[in-house]
């Protein structure tokens, strides 16, 4: 079926590396994909969106790619702090039976000080 | 301000008993839904709503029911054919049915004693 995923569960990086989190989609049709952060206990949070006519997309600090030809995104974090500790999921859109958001499983970031 | 917000944060209910959670949005958002989160894991949809008077069933709706009488208003039963309802649950909103991010709540923590 038609799936959002994830390569790692867990990352742990250094305190001001630069952090990678992968997310492989399998819905070809899917136009619209977004990151977001949920700490611990709470409803996640929107990080950054990248519609499919984009390879890239940068904000505060943080990075979205957009492969399409091999279904393929990532989310960069510059200089890593403390505070960015937190699950991160990848979505994408869908109309498929209706429009909704699918998640991936999501990546753990640690961040060592 | 403008947001969404669930009540209870936390909910212990009996086996056999049926409870409801609250989720409303002042964000004037046509779109709502509603994911259950289990320990480690990623964000499941239960039910979503695209209009008023009108919802779906999302992948795993045996056992829920909602109702969508009012924009702000989409709540979330609970019943007692839920097997296994312990979870943390979130409610989400979206403007309309373009491609833009869903805003969350802050979560109910649902515990079965």
């Known amino acids: 079926g038609e799936s959002v995923g994830l390569h790692l569960p867990t990352l742990s990086v250094q305190e001001g590396d630069n952090s990678i989190i992968n997310c492989a989609y399998s819905?070809?049709?899917?136009?619209?994909f977004i990151w977001y952060k949920q700490e611990s206990g709470k409803g996640p949070q929107f990080i950054i969106d990248?519609?499919?006519?984009?390879d890239k997309r940068q904000g505060q600090r943080v990075t979205v790619l957009l492969n399409k030809t091999v279904k393929h995104l990532s989310l960069q974090i510059a200089a890593t702090q403390p505070g960015d500790s937190a699950v991160y999921f990848c979505?994408?859109?869908?109309?498929?039976?209706?429009?909704?958001?699918?998640f991936g499983a999501g990546t753990r970031l640690f961040v060592k000080a | 301000d403008g947001g969404i917000t669930q009540s209870p944060k936390y909910l212990f209910r009996k086996e056999g008993q049926n409870v409801t959670l609250s989720c409303e949005q002042n964000?004037?958002?046509?779109?709502m839904y509603w994911y259950r989160q289990d320990p480690g894991q990623g964000l499941r949809l239960i039910y979503y709503?695209?209009?008023?008077?009108?919802?779906q069933k999302g992948d795993i709706a045996e056992g829920y029911s909602v109702s969508r009488e009012k924009k702000e208003s989409f709540p979330l039963t609970v019943t007692s054919a839920q097997k296994n309802p312990t979870a943390f649950y979130l409610c989400?909103?979206?403007?309309?049915?373009?491609?833009?991010?869903?805003?969350f709540g802050q979560g109910t923590r649902l515990t079965v004693v």
């Open positions: 819905n070809s049709a899917s136009d619209y």
């Open positions: 709503s695209q209009i008023v008077n009108d919802f």
């Open positions: 979505a994408e859109n869908t109309i498929t039976g209706g429009f909704k958001t699918i």
């Open positions: 964000l004037n958002h046509d779109a």
């Open positions: 989400a909103s979206r403007k309309g049915q373009g491609n833009t991010e869903a805003f």
């Open positions: 990248i519609r499919s006519n984009m």
